[in-house]
């Protein structure tokens, strides 16, 4: 009976120390991404409004793109209603945003 009760101590012993290890290595994990995003650089006012300037910017430039298109492309294009209610749901959606 006693060396019934020292296995069941070394197996829940053996258990324990298996539980506990894989917790502490997730914790080890957590604790490098977090110090991984805290030594990355602080993103600024002034970048975020430039990174907005130019997400502006290069919609203006594509709008104007899509308008070329639309001029050279023949009246009778059988996917012009297509891409005109694509169109539509893109403004829809920038609006949105």
Same mark, same amino acid.
């Given at each position: &009976?006693?060396?019934?009760? +020292? &296995? ?6 053996? #258990? ?5 290890? +894989?917790? =502490? ?10 110090? &991984?995003?805290?030594?990355? *650089? ?14 502006? +910017? =290069?919609?203006?430039?594509? &709008?104007?793109?899509?308008?070329? #298109?639309? @001029?050279?492309? *023949? @009246?009778?294009? $059988? =996917? ?5 209610? @694509? @169109? ?7 609006? $949105?945003?």
């Amino acid at each position: &009976m006693l060396e019934n009760l +020292r &296995m069941e101590t070394r197996k829940n012993r053996e #258990l324990n120390n298996e539980i506990i290890g +894989r917790e =502490l290595n997730d914790k080890r994990e957590r604790l490098q991404r977090t110090e &991984m995003l805290l030594q990355e *650089p602080v993103t600024t006012q002034s970048e975020l409004e430039r990174l907005t300037n130019d997400t502006k +910017r =290069l919609q203006r430039d594509c &709008m104007g793109l899509e308008d070329k #298109l639309k @001029a050279s492309a *023949p @009246a009778d294009d $059988k =996917l012009g209603i297509f891409k005109q209610q @694509a @169109a539509m749901l893109v403004k829809k959606k920038d609006l $949105k945003q």
